[in-house]
């Protein structure tokens, strides 16, 4: 029995994968870290696109890499995968990207098929945990066979059900590693990126051609009243809410148009069951396909049986019941509640990041005022003190986590010291020393690597002096809560970039790090 997460893993250490290098994000984390504990080599890094670059750096070399993500981790990486499908790969290289429909811990419910499509990168969409075993196996052949990036689509459910799944064991060796001098593949100037687009077109037409005739598609012919194309694991509900419709299974993009075309000719009525964007649905139809249109209520929020029963229905009005659940706060205890409780004191207009501490935004604290992605929050922060009246424009100050900081924040506290606004700004890191969201992964501030073994600890307060702040000050929100409201009211009125970091570890961290040195 294994989750969709753990079957990638023990995929990807049955392939051969000489590194698996990812960024942190539910409901995709435990792939890398179960990776990890099976023996692979894995690392985080502090952003998805650096991932996305060592991770092809390894294809470059002839060797496979897995790279790991959530849906909006790959918006971060979406200028290395469109260009690298152009010059393509040497080795084999897969991306599991994992969606969140229903936004259980995003911020949007984007899909990938689309984006991925916009980037000629093909994707396989696995059902069950078998399939994410199977799929992952799958793939790096294909990456290898036409020499490209190949995406694999998890979603919440697929990521954290657990099924039956049945393997071989065996461990494939690592792949000898070796570069071979190629400039006008590996440099995508102009010149050598125009013929490499042509080259992409061709590839994707193989691709297809390859899924039409052999691909992993299934057809399970039932009665001829309904029948139903179905990808992931909408399919699994399209089974049960429809058990003697006919089925035709899509586990691979590009579509195989011609085949699903065919079968919808079967039919007095056909319809597309999928998770997200109308992405086959919108495709099948321009290309002729007897399917129906989509409605619109299908495209937000998590499929279950009884949604795929109502679509089946043309029951637009279906509703899922409501059920009452305790709205998410803060842990009690959190060094967050310490860090924000003076801004909320002073009334402040807070510009806020991603992270646990994106809750204290709820009741009671109501403590922050806007959060759109990773990063953003200082460029936000700038961007207000520019043009609000002095006296509001005083008020506005950014919050960023220690992960969140490493992994986009940087180059925002690089546009406050390049451009500062006439007023200053004040930044506050607030440094938990975990990315704690996500599960309590170890980041480049902490001084441990995914493993938790011991590596070079970046500083954030030598970073931000490095950079240029002029004044760099630390406090313990909760044992200095007073000292730190002290200095804000002041560096609210200097006319400088100030960093503040208020350093207090998680607690629920901390105690899991105990009970860890405490098996050794």
């Given at each position: 029995?294994?989750?969709?997460?753990?079957?990638?893993?023990?995929?990807?250490?049955?392939?051969?994968?000489?590194?698996?290098?990812?960024?942190?994000?539910t409901p995709s984390t435990e792939i890398l870290e179960n990776f990890s504990?099976?023996?692979?080599?894995?690392?985080?890094?502090?952003?998805?696109?650096?991932?996305?670059?060592?991770?092809?750096?390894?294809?470059?070399?002839?060797?496979?890499?897995?790279?790991?993500?959530?849906?909006?981790?790959?918006?971060?990486?979406?200028?290395?995968?469109?260009?690298?499908?152009?010059?393509?790969?040497?080795?084999?290289?897969?991306?599991?990207?994992?969606?969140?429909?229903?936004?259980?811990?995003?911020?949007?419910?984007?899909?990938?098929?689309?984006?991925?499509?916009?980037?000629?990168?093909?994707?396989?969409?696995?059902?069950?945990?078998?399939?994410?075993?199977?799929?992952?196996?799958?793939?790096?052949?294909?990456?290898?066979?036409?020499?490209?990036?190949?995406?694999?689509?998890?979603?919440?459910?697929?990521?954290?059900?657990?099924?039956?799944?049945?393997?071989?064991?065996?461990?494939?060796?690592?792949?000898?590693?070796?570069?071979?001098?190629?400039?006008?593949?590996?440099?995508?100037?102009?010149?050598?990126?125009?013929?490499?687009?042509?080259?992409?077109?061709?590839?994707?037409?193989?691709?297809?051609?390859?899924?039409?005739?052999?691909?992993?598609?299934?057809?399970?012919?039932?009665?001829?009243?309904?029948?139903?194309?179905?990808?992931?694991?909408?399919?699994?509900?399209?089974?049960?809410?429809?058990?003697?419709?006919?089925?035709?299974?899509?586990?691979?993009?590009?579509?195989?148009?011609?085949?699903?075309?065919?079968?919808?000719?079967?039919?007095?009525?056909?319809?597309?069951?999928?998770?997200g964007d109308p992405y086959m649905s919108e495709l099948l139809r321009a290309?002729?396909?007897?399917?129906?249109?989509?409605?619109?209520?299908?495209?937000?929020?998590?499929?279950?049986?009884?949604?795929?029963?109502?679509?089946?229905?043309?029951?637009?009005?279906?509703?899922?019941?409501?059920?009452?659940?305790?709205?998410?706060?803060?842990?009690?205890?959190?060094?967050?509640?310490?860090?924000?409780?003076?801004?909320?004191?002073?009334?402040?207009?807070?510009?806020?990041?991603?992270?646990?501490?994106?809750?204290?935004?709820?009741?009671?604290?109501?403590?922050?005022?806007?959060?759109?992605?990773?990063?953003?929050?200082?460029?936000?922060?700038?961007?207000?003190?520019?043009?609000?009246?002095?006296?509001?424009?005083?008020?506005?100050?950014?919050?960023?986590?220690?992960?969140?900081?490493?992994?986009?924040?940087?180059?925002?506290?690089?546009?406050?010291?390049?451009?500062?606004?006439?007023?200053?700004?004040?930044?506050?890191?607030?440094?938990?020393?975990?990315?704690?969201?996500?599960?309590?992964?170890?980041?480049?501030?902490?001084?441990?690597?995914?493993?938790?073994?011991?590596?070079?600890?970046?500083?954030?307060?030598?970073?931000?002096?490095?950079?240029?702040?002029?004044?760099?000050?630390?406090?313990?929100?909760?044992?200095?809560?007073?000292?730190?409201?002290?200095?804000?009211?002041?560096?609210?009125?200097?006319?400088?970039?100030?960093?503040?970091?208020?350093?207090?570890?998680?607690?629920?961290?901390?105690?899991?790090?105990?009970?860890?040195?405490?098996?050794?």
């Open positions: 029995m294994l989750s969709g997460n753990e079957a990638i893993a023990l995929a990807a250490r049955h392939c051969g994968v000489a590194l698996g290098v990812g960024y942190p994000g504990e099976l023996g692979g080599s894995a690392e985080w890094a502090p952003n998805e696109k650096v991932a996305a670059e060592v991770a092809l750096g390894v294809a470059f070399a002839e060797s496979d890499s897995l790279i790991t993500m959530k849906h909006v981790g790959f918006n971060v990486a979406q200028d290395l995968f469109f260009t690298a499908a152009y010059s393509g790969i040497q080795g084999g290289m897969v991306a599991v990207v994992a969606d969140d429909p229903g936004m259980a811990s995003s911020q949007n419910e984007q899909d990938t098929r689309s984006i991925a499509r916009c980037g000629g990168l093909p994707v396989l969409e696995p059902a069950d945990s078998q399939e994410a075993y199977d799929f992952t196996k799958l793939a790096f052949k294909i990456s290898r066979k036409f020499k490209t990036i190949v995406i694999i689509r998890t979603t919440t459910r697929v990521a954290h059900t657990t099924s039956i799944v049945e393997y071989s064991g065996e461990i494939a060796p690592l792949a000898a590693a070796d570069y071979r001098k190629d400039i006008p593949t590996h440099v995508m100037v102009p010149a050598h990126a125009k013929p490499a687009h042509k080259v992409l077109r061709k590839k994707l037409a193989e691709m297809q051609a390859w899924n039409n005739a052999e691909g992993p598609n299934k057809i399970e012919m039932r009665g001829s009243d309904l029948g139903i194309v179905a990808s992931g694991v909408a399919y699994q509900y399209a089974r049960e809410a429809a058990p003697d419709a006919s089925i035709f299974k899509v586990g691979m993009s590009p579509l195989p148009i011609e085949k699903i075309v065919e079968f919808s000719k079967n039919f007095k009525r056909c319809i597309v069951v999928e998770e290309n002729g396909a007897n399917v129906e249109e989509r409605a619109q209520a299908w495209r937000f929020g998590e499929l279950n049986v009884d949604r795929v029963r109502a679509q089946i229905a043309n029951d637009t009005s279906f509703e899922m019941p409501v059920r009452k659940a305790k709205p998410p706060a803060l842990c009690k205890g959190c060094p967050h509640i310490f860090s924000f409780q003076p801004l909320v004191e002073l009334g402040l207009i807070v510009a806020g990041d991603i992270g646990c501490y994106t809750l204290a935004a709820m009741k009671p604290l109501s403590g922050m005022d806007m959060q759109i992605c990773m990063g953003a929050s200082i460029g936000m922060g700038v961007g207000m003190r520019k043009v609000l009246p002095e006296e509001k424009a005083r008020k506005v100050v950014s919050v960023i986590g220690d992960s969140t900081f490493m992994h986009s924040g940087l180059t925002g506290l690089v546009q406050a010291i390049y451009n500062p606004p006439s007023t200053g700004h004040v930044i506050i890191i607030v440094d938990n020393s975990t990315t704690a969201m996500t599960g309590h992964q170890e980041n480049p501030a902490t001084g441990k690597r995914l493993d938790r073994s011991e590596t070079s600890k970046i500083s954030i307060e030598e970073v931000a002096r490095a950079m240029g702040a002029k004044s760099v000050a630390i406090f313990n929100p909760v044992r200095e809560q007073a000292q730190f409201k002290e200095h804000l009211i002041e560096r609210l009125k200097a006319p400088e970039i100030s960093v503040i970091i208020l350093r207090q570890p998680c607690i629920l961290a901390a105690a899991a790090e105990i009970k860890r040195k405490a098996k050794q």
